[in-house]
Each structure stands twice: as C-alpha cells, then as structure tokens.
C-alpha cells in the first residue's frame, strides 16, 4: 500500500467559536476528536473527513470557501466519497472506518443557500476509529 493521499489541514469544532479551529494534530480515540465540541456526542458522526475536490466543486460554481467551512476535522487532497459504510483506510498511523456520508446540514445554506445543491454527494464522509492515536497535517491517506 503506498500514500494515495495526504492531510492538508485539521480542524475541531470549539463552543462559542463560529468557525472551526485549525490544529496542527488531532487526538482520536472511539468517542472522535478530543477537544471537539462534538466529541462522544453521536457515534456514527464522530470524525468529518472532507476533500478539497468538495471546495473546488464550490469555487467551481462560484462559491468561495475557507478551509475549515464544510464543518471538516480532517481535510484531505484525495476525493474518498467513493468510499462505502464500513470501509477502513489510515491515516499516519490510525486506522479509520466509514460510518455514514455526510448529510446535508442547515449550515450550508446559511453559508451560502446554493451550497446544498451543489454538494449534496460530495460534502464528505464521517468515519470512527478502528485505532486510536493522532493524526498530523502532512500524514499520508492509504485507502
């Protein structure tokens, strides 16, 4: 198996922050992201993997996005929404497992009401942890 992809960018959700706070690591074990506001609170929507092919599809159709705006923990240069429930991949040295596709939430149209149409397949997929550990900006994606 070799790096199909990498990690550009990871994110947590913090309270009373509006966007997402950008980490140079994450801390993941079975109930998500420590630190993450979202941390135990839903099992099969602990971790957000996004690709950037999700914010080119939006630039694409004119929408701007920062990093960080599709509500993503994990931020990777590869487009895994081919990925199926139940399929694992790594990332550094976690082993991760798709839980469910993102759903369509209310924030993006309050981002930008074109947002839901234009990603209503290509959000990203949420994922738990097979192995704990952390995961760093730079680690390689094996799919």
Do not use: W
């Not at 790096?3 to 997402?20: G, H, P, Q, T």
């Not at 895994?80 to 082993?95: A, M, R, S, Y």
């Not at 209310?106 to 074109?114: C, E, Q, R, V, W």
């Not at 149409?117 to 390689?140: C, M, P, Q, Y």
């Amino acid at each position: 198996m070799s790096a199909e992809a990498r990690v550009l960018a990871l994110f947590i959700s913090v309270v009373n922050e509006k966007k997402r706070v950008h980490k140079e690591k994450l801390e993941l074990d079975e109930n998500g992201v420590l630190e993450d506001k979202f941390y135990a609170k839903n099992n099969s929507r602990l971790i957000l993997i996004t690709s950037i092919a999700a914010y080119t599809l939006a630039k694409e159709s004119g929408v701007e996005l920062e990093y960080g705006s599709l509500g993503e923990n994990i931020l990777i240069d590869k487009n895994i929404n081919h990925l199926t429930v139940g399929n694992q991949f790594k990332i550094g040295e976690i082993i991760l497992e798709i839980t469910q596709n993102c759903t369509l939430c209310n924030g993006l149209s309050i981002i930008n009401p074109k947002l839901p149409e234009i990603l209503k397949n290509d959000r990203g997929v949420f994922a738990k942890t097979v192995t704990n550990g952390i995961i760093k900006k730079g680690d390689s994606v094996i799919i």
